[in-house]
Nanobody, 117 residues
């Protein structure tokens, strides 16, 4: 079993920046996948950014050039740096982890990001 604990988030003004982090409760392998999804009110959960093993990160078109995902396997963490925030980025952001050896997915509890003036 793996527990994901998110931190960061909060309120930002349009054009501002925020960083959210996610720490896994156990060691993660370089072959595992980690990423971020988000869900806005009344909308389906959608992929924001994801990085699998040593491959190039994938981003949603809506965040390309503004968001950067980073993972640190030694610290069992993944972070999402969000710049040039827009009101439409407002959502609950969920950390995602796929453990390859057991083919099991895990989700964090979610952290609220609100972009408003």
């Amino acid at each position: 079993q793996v527990t994901l604990v998110e931190s960061g988030g909060g309120l930002a003004q349009p054009g501002g920046s925020l960083m959210i982090s996610c720490a896994a409760s156990r060691s993660i392998s370089s072959s595992d996948t980690m990423g971020w999804y988000r869900q806005a009110p009344g909308k389906q959960r959608e992929l924001v950014a994801i990085v699998a093993s040593t491959s190039t990160p994938n981003y949603a078109d809506s965040v390309k050039g503004r968001f950067t995902i980073s993972r640190d396997n030694a610290k069992n963490m993944v972070t999402l740096q969000m710049n040039s925030l827009k009101p439409e980025d407002t959502a609950v952001y969920y950390c995602y982890y796929y453990r390859r050896i057991s083919a099991t997915s895990y989700w964090g509890q979610g952290t609220q990001v609100t972009v408003s003036s």
